[in-house]
């Protein structure tokens, strides 16, 4: 009994390290809040240096790197990752970037991060600079 307790550890031991862990409820605010730390540290940096700093996102990358720092905020596969940036900033193309400016302005934009039918937004205000988290749970049409 004790031999077959132990082989089944030993399997247990050497399978679980395997199965994929996805990513809970928690972990996705984490993220969230995450973005937003590095989004709000960026615009801080920009009314601290009086100059512009940009944030860039690579939704295929599934990364956000930092304009003012060597931080990057890596979002796993399986978290749904979209952002919706402005396609023109100061009359110039934003090119997947979101922009604050010496005044603490910003051209704006928003990451979504959804999994399983809940999700976060990180919203950077276009006016103010200020960026928010808002829970987003999505309502399946089938149901």
């Given at each position: 009994?004790?031999?077959v307790l132990a082989i089944v550890?030993?399997?247990a031991a050497i399978s679980l390290p395997g199965l994929p862990m996805a990513t809970s409820r928690p972990r996705l605010e984490a993220y969230a809040v995450e973005v937003a730390a590095l989004l709000k540290a960026d615009r801080n940096a920009a009314l601290r240096r009086r100059s512009a700093v940009e944030a860039v996102v690579d939704a295929p990358g599934r990364t956000i790197r930092s304009g003012s720092s060597v931080h990057v905020v890596r979002v796993p596969d399986d978290v749904a990752f979209?952002?919706?940036l402005p396609q023109r900033c100061n009359d110039r193309p934003a090119l997947s970037t979101?922009?604050?400016f010496a005044t603490?302005?910003?051209c704006g934009g928003t990451i979504r991060l959804t999994r399983l039918g809940s999700g976060f937004e990180v919203r950077v205000n276009w006016l103010t600079g200020g960026v928010e988290i808002v829970p987003k749970d999505i309502v399946r049409a089938d149901r």
């Open positions: 009994m004790v031999c550890a030993l399997l979209d952002a919706l979101i922009s604050f603490g302005m910003s």
